[in-house]
């Protein structure tokens, strides 16, 4: 091993506290092209049993550390090539750990166009600024007269120039710059001012048009809020130094890098240039740095948030493999309906006209029940949009109308975020080619009910609308934090091979798009697969890709028990070593937790397999195939609740989690306008990060605090004590939606549509008009 190569694996091992010799063994693995789920699954003996989120963060941190050490290279080879790299130099470059500290360091060596200290160089200034230091008791401008030439006309020029050059040194001073930064990053403070003549168009962001806050504490979501306030030229943004004691003490630390000690006109002549170094060169430079560092932060918070609600929102509850009736409520356009079947196949597609224009409600009910009978639909899925509270009241009368002896469905609230995109996506027409676009929407309802893993990869993460500010994020970085999450919850799942579509199977590891449509066309040329090793037929799917892909595809009933679990093939014979030691069948011994109690994991570890495989393969034979995800459950919205109008203050009100942000949740509570509970609100106790209480898709019980109906803002708490006004005797009905353990199949809804919030600073943080 590298020398380079140890110093990463032990930064990353202290990073993700880990051992560096599992950061190695790690390293080796992914290097040879295996994926973080196959190795976090089925490698767990060679990383010490490194979870999915500690190899995430390993693989980010090898590419960043890996991007350093080529640079430092790069760095080191181009001083050398100078002929100026000093033993010191090299030990400061050796022992940088950012990529900040490398550029501070390489910065007097860096090619650069030509300046105003280079010409007062070449006009020999330079012995004017050491004359000024060695003798700080003579008059700086009586020195300067021994310099005057043809090129430096006055003694203003002179000292000017000699100036030049000391801020260029103080700007290329790799210890002082980091001296700086650390103050600065320290006790900043953040400023934002409202432009002159921008107060009437940049009225959503007036908290921000006189604001102060703290660099190193500023949250994300105020942080995005005056980026974006910035970007639209409404406010002006500055980070200085705290204007009572900050600015003197910044001062005092250049001041000290020249050596200034006492009160001669040297010394004055060089408080005044260290003052005015700061003011026209290394505030900017610092300015720039620390905006970088807090938009780097900001945007690391905001797609950390955006990762988490999406995450909670893919493995929600499924509703299962049942027919459903998919609704998308329209009122002019009417309301689209769709019919799946268990499997989520089109069967049959009506459009309804209950409301106005047309107020058609009898044969919308008619239609309604028609299909329920015809169909054997067992859900009905409402998207939650424009008139779902009415279409939702519709269903519930055409239900009470069902004929005795006719199972009555469960109608169930679904978010409809992103269904639209879906509809008019080249996938949808490819799977829906002669069906309506507004149609497919409703099928898409219909899907996520029943499977929104399965359903919602088919969409792009962004267009499902669970972050904050997330056009404004690092797009890339957002695209592959939200890939890594939708990979991890895919393969945590697991999918049935002869049933996954192309878009699930996609993001299976070790397959990929390409491969995924490849498996597909098999299965539609020859068949239903009737084992795992049926899939080394498919064309361009080789040894490595079936290795990290096989253990995470399900097929039931087929060929080979075993390829119904999560067991790997490649482990098959010690999973038949303990299927035999128990004297049965594999088929029978599958799921019979008795069978298995007497084993003990260590007789059957060998060379090969360690106690965490085996262990594993005891779970998966007590309970193969399950799914990691919660049961099933409903949740219930308030009768007579429909509109923000009717909500009033102490009100007692079960709700969906819809979003999750760094300042609190966001709560559906069925009047089509999300309300907010403050992180302040989310517990009689101090809560530090939202998630630590509630996730996107959680079923809550909330207290309506406040009502603005103007801006159309909701306050909730979760809070218990007793300081708030006695709630009011409402009727509850039963109000279905997909949960369990506070999950909920019902996909967040987009910030910023219909988004409740309690304050004008955070509206702001939410709003992207």
Same mark, same amino acid.
């Given at each position: 091993?590298?020398? $380079? ?16 010799e599992?950061?190695?063994?790690t ?20 990383? &010490? ?7 995430? /963060? ?5 590419? *960043? ?5 080529k640079?430092?290279? !790069? ?29 501070d ?18 006009n020999? =200034?330079d ?10 008791s003579?008059? #700086? ?6 310099? =005057? ?6 003694? /203003? ?44 168009a ?17 949250p !994300?979501?105020r ?11 409404i ?9 009572e ?13 020249i ?25 900017? !430079? ?18 950390? $948030?955006?990762?988490?609600? +999406? ?13 459903t009736?998919g609704?998308?409520? &329209?009122?002019?356009?009417?309301? /689209?309906?769709?019919i799946?079947?268990?499997?989520g196949? =089109?069967l049959?597609?009506?459009?309804i006209? #209950?409301f ?11 239609t ?6 015809k169909?054997?639909?067992? +859900? ?15 269903v ?5 109308? +069902? ?10 609230? $679904? !978010? ?5 995109? *879906?509809?008019a996506s080249?996938? %949808? ?8 676009v ?13 499977? #929104?893993?399965?359903e ?5 993460p962004?267009?499902i609308?669970?972050g904050? *500010? ?9 695209t592959l ?14 999918v ?12 299976? %590891?070790? +397959? ?12 539609d040329a ?5 084992s795992?090793?049926?899939? =080394? ?35 098959y014979?010690?999973?038949?070593k ?40 005891l %779970?998966?034979?007590? @309970? ?6 919660p049961?099933?459950k ?13 909500? @009033?203050?102490?009100?007692s ?6 979003n ?28 530090k ?5 509630v996730?996107a898709?959680d ?11 103007a801006?159309k ?5 979760m809070?218990k004590d ?5 709630? #009011?005797?409402?009727r509850?009905?039963? @109000? ?6 506070g ?27």
């Amino acid at each position: 091993m590298t020398a $380079v190569a140890d110093r990463i694996a032990r930064n990353i091992a202290i990073e993700i506290e880990a051992r560096p010799e599992q950061v190695n063994a790690t390293v080796a693995l992914l290097d040879a092209g295996d994926t973080v789920p196959f190795v976090a699954r089925y490698r767990k003996e060679v990383t &010490g049993g490194l979870d999915d989120a500690q190899l995430r /963060k390993l693989a980010e941190r090898l590419s *960043y550390l890996r991007d350093l050490e080529k640079r430092r290279a !790069s760095i080191l080879g181009e001083i050398t090539g100078q002929g100026k790299l000093t033993e010191a130099l090299a030990r400061s470059i050796a022992e940088a750990d950012t990529k900040a500290v490398l550029e501070d360091l390489y910065l007097p060596f860096k090619p650069k166009r030509r300046t105003k200290a280079m010409i007062a160089r070449e006009n020999g =200034l330079d012995a004017l600024l050491r004359a000024i230091r060695d003798d700080r008791s003579a008059d #700086p401008t009586v020195l300067s007269k021994g310099y =005057l030439s043809g090129s430096v006309s006055s003694t /203003k020029d002179a000292l000017n120039g000699a100036r030049d050059i000391l801020a260029e040194e103080l700007g290329e001073n790799a210890a002082l710059l980091g001296r700086l930064r650390a103050f600065m990053q320290q006790e900043a403070i953040v400023t934002a001012r409202v432009n002159k003549g921008k107060e009437e168009a940049g009225v959503k962001f007036s908290d921000y048009f006189a604001h102060t806050e703290k660099w190193a504490s500023i949250p !994300s979501h105020r942080a995005l809020a005056i980026l974006r306030a910035a970007k639209e030229e409404i406010v002006a943004i500055n980070i200085l130094p705290d204007e009572e004691t900050g600015l003197d003490r910044v001062i005092g630390m250049i001041a000290a890098e020249i050596g200034i000690k006492g009160q001669g006109a040297g010394d004055i002549w060089l408080q005044d240039a260290a003052a005015w170094t700061w003011r026209v060169k290394l505030s900017l !430079s610092m300015f720039m740095d620390l905006l970088t560092d807090m938009r780097r932060r900001a945007h690391a918070t905001a797609i950390d $948030v955006f990762a988490r609600n +999406l995450k909670d929102l893919l493995l929600a509850a499924p509703a299962g493999a049942r027919a459903t009736l998919g609704l998308d409520p &329209g009122i002019r356009t009417g309301c /689209k309906i769709a019919i799946v079947d268990e499997t989520g196949k =089109l069967l049959d597609t009506a459009t309804i006209y #209950p409301f106005q224009p047309r107020q058609d409600l009898r044969g919308a009910e008619e239609t309604l029940l028609h299909l329920i009978r015809k169909h054997g639909v067992a +859900l009905v899925a409402i998207g939650n949009g424009t008139a779902s509270r009415e279409s939702e009241k519709l269903v519930a009368d055409v239900l009470k109308n +069902l004929p005795a002896g006719v199972s009555r469905p469960t109608p169930v609230i $679904v !978010s409809e975020a992103g269904a639209s995109v *879906y509809s008019a996506s080249e996938l %949808a027409s490819q799977e829906f080619p002669d069906v309506d676009v507004s149609i497919r929407g409703a099928v898409s309802i219909a899907r996520r009910l029943q499977d #929104p893993l399965a359903e919602l990869v088919k969409i792009e993460p962004q267009a499902i609308g669970v972050g904050q *500010y997330q056009h404004d994020v690092d797009q890339r970085q957002l695209t592959l934090s939200l890939a890594a999450v939708v990979e991890d919850a895919v393969n945590a799942v697991g999918v049935d091979l002869n049933m996954a579509s192309a878009p699930l199977l996609s993001h299976i %590891a070790g +397959l990929g798009p390409s491969l995924a449509q490849n498996i597909v066309a098999h299965r539609d040329a020859n068949g239903a697969f009737a084992s795992r090793k049926a899939l =080394l037929k498919v064309a361009g799917l080789g040894p490595k890709a079936f290795e990290q892909c096989a253990g995470f595809l399900r097929i039931t009933d087929g060929t080979e028990p075993l390829d119904a679990s999560s067991v790997h093939p490649e482990a098959y014979g010690i999973a038949r070593k303990i299927v035999q030691a128990c004297g049965r069948d594999v088929r029978s011994i599958m799921g019979d937790s008795s069978a298995l109690a007497g084993l003990r994991a260590e007789q059957f570890v060998d060379d090969s397999f360690g106690l965490p495989t085996v262990r594993d393969i005891l %779970a998966e034979l007590d @309970k193969p195939g399950r799914d990691p995800r919660p049961a099933f459950k409903t949740a219930t919205f308030a009768e007579g609740v429909d509109s923000i109008t009717d909500l @009033k203050p102490g009100m007692s009100l079960e709700g969906t989690v819809t979003n999750v942000a760094a300042f609190g949740a966001f709560v559906d509570v069925g009047v089509h306008q999300d309300g907010l509970v403050h992180v302040s609100q989310l517990a009689d106790k101090f809560v530090k990060d939202p998630h630590e209480v509630v996730k996107a898709g959680d079923v809550v019980r909330v207290r309506v605090t406040e009502v603005d109906v103007a801006r159309k803002r909701i306050g909730l708490s979760m809070r218990k004590d007793n300081n708030h006004q006695p709630e #009011p005797e409402i009727r509850q009905k039963t @109000k279905p939606n997909s949960s369990s353990k506070g999950k909920s199949t019902a996909a967040p809804k987009p910030m910023g549509r219909n988004t409740g919030a309690l304050g004008a600073a955070l509206a702001q943080a939410l709003n992207k008009k």
